[in-house]
C-alpha cells in the first residue's frame, strides 16, 4: 500500500468516526474540491513565474527578482492588484456572455485535472473512462474561448476566437489518437489503470517506437491545444492585440491568464501520466534493488517532477519557435500529424497483436 | 520521396534552433546581460557608443573647440541647438572673428540622434553618458554648453 493510498484512508476513516456516510461523502467532496481550487491557484501562480524567470534566461536576463526571494511572490503581486482592479468591457459586449465566459475555461480545466491521479489514490474521481472524459472536457474550454471573442464585441477578439476554434478542433483529433495508440498497449481508459500497467516499465519504453511517435505528435498537438507559441495564433500579439481576452481586464483576465497556464499543466501531466509512468516511480524490471531504492521517492514527487520536465520542454519551444501562419497550422496537422498518427496506430496495433511490446 | 525529407528537415532545423536558445539558458548564469541598475548606480558600466545628453569638453584653462560654424545647428532635425554668436575683433591679428557667445542646448527637445556630433567638423560636442535627465521645471531643461568666460582653443580651424 502505498503513502498516499494510507493517507487518503486515514482521512476517510477519520470523517465517518465524526459524520454519517452521507455526509462524510458530501464534505469529501467539498475537501476535495477546496484542494483542487487551492492546488489549481498555487500551480498557476508558480508556473507564471516560472515562466517569466525561464524566459529571462533563455534571454540572458534576470527576469523578475524583487519581490520576495528570487522574486517568488512577484506573481501573487501581480495577482493581488489584478483582483484590485476595476473590470472593463466594451459598452456593446453581451455582458451575460461577457461575464460567462472566463468560467468556461476554469471549469473545464478543474474538470480536466481531477480525472489525473497525483500519487495513488490521489485523483478526485477515477473513472473507467477517464482518458475519454479528459478529450470531452478539455474540448470545452474552446467554448469559452469562442463566447468570450463573440461576447466582447470586438474584431480582433472574434478573429482570435475563430482561430481557437479551428485550431482545437484539427488538434484535438492528434491529442485523441496519440493517446489512443498508447491505450492500445494497456487495453483500458482508467488513468489507474495506465498507471499500474507501467510498474515494470513505463509506455514510452514498452512500445518503443511507436510510442516515441506518439509521444512526440502528443507534445506538438498538446502544445498547440494549450495555445502556446508556435500554436498562439488565438493571441497572437503582433496581429490582434491579444485575441480572445483583449477586452477583459481585472479578474477576468487573471481567469484567462491562469486557465492558460493550467491548460499547460494537463497537457503536461497527461503527457507524464500515459508516456512517462505518472507517479510511478522510474522501474526497470528485473533490478529490484534499483527499483526499491525509487521507490522510497514519494509518488506526487515523481509526478510533479515528470510533469516539469514536459513544462520546460514547453517552455524551451515557446522561446525558441517563431509562430506559424494560419495555412501553416492547419497543414501541418492535417497533411502531417493525422496521417502519421493514424499510420501510427496501425504500427502499434500491429505491435500489440504480434507481442513485440515488452 | 519529399515529404519524409521535409519532416527530417523540419526536426533537424527545430532541434538546431533548441540548442542554440538551451546554450543560452545553462549558461544564463554566467553571461547576463542586463544590469542591476539602481543598486549599482555608483559601478554602472556603459558601452562604449552609449548616448546620454550632449556636452562640450573644456580643458583645463576653460577652453573649448567650437568655433561657432553653425554646423550643428543646420544638422539637427527638430531645432534642439540655437548659437548665439558674433564677430569680434582679435586684438593679435587686428582682423575679426566669428566666435560663439552662447551655445544653448535644448534638452527637452532632443532625441539623442547623434547627428550634430556626425557634422561637428571640429570635434567640440560629444554625447556624454549622462542618463538620469528628469527635471521638475521645464526650463532646467535648456543649457548652455559653454562654460562662462570660456573661449576658442588656440589652433582650432573649421
Redesign the interface.
Known amino acids: 500500500m502505498h503513502g498516499t493510498e494510507r493517507f487518503t484512508a486515514t482521512v476517510h476513516e477519520w470523517l465517518l468516526s465524526i459524520f454519517t456516510a452521507g455526509t462524510t461523502h458530501f464534505v469529501e467532496m467539498v475537501l476535495i474540491g477546496l484542494a483542487y481550487l487551492g492546488f489549481f491557484a498555487i500551480a498557476g501562480l508558480a508556473l507564471v513565474y516560472l515562466e517569466r524567470r525561464?524566459a529571462?534566461?533563455?534571454?540572458?536576463?534576470?527576469g523578475p527578482n524583487r519581490v520576495g526571494p528570487q522574486g517568488m511572490f512577484q506573481t501573487l503581486a501581480d495577482a493581488l492588484k489584478l483582483v484590485a482592479k476595476e473590470p472593463i468591457g466594451t459598452k456593446k459586449a453581451d455582458s451575460f456572455l461577457y461575464s460567462l465566459a472566463p468560467y468556461f475555461l476554469i471549469i473545464s480545466s478543474l474538470m480536466a485535472i481531477s480525472v489525473i491521479p497525483m500519487g495513488a489514490g490521489f485523483s478526485g474521481f477515477d473513472i473507467d473512462v477517464g482518458v475519454f472524459f479528459l478529450i470531452a472536457v478539455s474540448s470545452i474550454g474552446v467554448l469559452g474561448i469562442l463566447i468570450a471573442g463573440w461576447g466582447s464585441y470586438n474584431k480582433y477578439a472574434l478573429i482570435g476566437a475563430l482561430r481557437s476554434g479551428a485550431q482545437m478542433i484539427s488538434y484535438e483529433l492528434s491529442v485523441g489518437l496519440s493517446l489512443l495508440t498508447m491505450i492500445l498497449l494497456v487495453g483500458s481508459l482508467r488513468f489507474s489503470d495506465i498507471v499500474q500497467s507501467q510498474s515494470d516499465y513505463w509506455l514510452i519504453f514498452k512500445g518503443h517506437i511507436p510510442a516515441l511517435i506518439a509521444f512526440i505528435i502528443f507534445i506538438i498537438s498538446g502544445t498547440a491545444e494549450s495555445n502556446r507559441t508556435p500554436f498562439d495564433l488565438v493571441e497572437a500579439e503582433s496581429e490582434l492585440g491579444a485575441g480572445f481576452h483583449s477586452e477583459y481586464s481585472g479578474i477576468q483576465f487573471a481567469f484567462f491568464f491562469l486557465s492558460e497556464f493550467i491548460n499547460m499543466f494537463i497537457i503536461s501531466a497527461v503527457a507524464a501520466t500515459v508516456f512517462w509512468g505518472g507517479w510511478m516511480p522510474l522501474h526497470l524490471g528485473g533490478f529490484s534493488g534499483f527499483n526499491q531504492t525509487m521507490d522510497y521517492i514519494p509518488g506526487p514527487i515523481w509526478f510533479l517532477g515528470k510533469t516539469g520536465v514536459i513544462i520546460f520542454l514547453m517552455m524551451?519551444?515557446r522561446?525558441?519557435?517563431p509562430r506559424l501562419r494560419i495555412d501553416q497550422l492547419m497543414k501541418l496537422e492535417w497533411k502531417?500529424l493525422l496521417p502519421l498518427n493514424l499510420i501510427n496506430i496501425l504500427i502499434m496495433a500491429f505491435v500489440v497483436w504480434m507481442g513485440w511490446h515488452l | 520521396m519529399g515529404y519524409f525529407s521535409d519532416?527530417y528537415k523540419g526536426f533537424k532545423t527545430?532541434l538546431t534552433?533548441?540548442r542554440?536558445?538551451?546554450k543560452?539558458?545553462f549558461n544564463?548564469?554566467k553571461?547576463?546581460?542586463?544590469q542591476?541598475y539602481p543598486d549599482n548606480r555608483s559601478t554602472l558600466t556603459f558601452p562604449e557608443r552609449f548616448r546620454g545628453r550632449v556636452y562640450m569638453p573644456h580643458n583645463e584653462n576653460n577652453e573649448h573647440r567650437c568655433t561657432g560654424c553653425q554646423a550643428c545647428e543646420i544638422a539637427c532635425p527638430n531645432g534642439s541647438i540655437e548659437i548665439v554668436w558674433d564677430r569680434i575683433l582679435n586684438p593679435d591679428t587686428g582682423k575679426k572673428k566669428k566666435t560663439i557667445d552662447k551655445h544653448i542646448y535644448h534638452l527637452s527637445m532632443c532625441t539623442m540622434c547623434n547627428l550634430c556630433i556626425i557634422a561637428c567638423p571640429t570635434d567640440a560636442i560629444k554625447m556624454s553618458h549622462e542618463f538620469e535627465l528628469a527635471a521638475f521645471d521645464r526650463a532646467d531643461l535648456t543649457m548652455v554648453l559653454n562654460q562662462p568666460g570660456s573661449k576658442l582653443m588656440d589652433g582650432v580651424e573649421d
Open positions: 525561464i529571462a534566461f533563455f534571454q540572458v536576463r534576470l524551451w519551444f522561446w525558441t519557435f502531417y | 519532416i527545430l534552433g533548441m542554440v536558445t538551451g543560452y539558458f544564463a548564469r553571461e547576463i546581460i542586463t542591476q
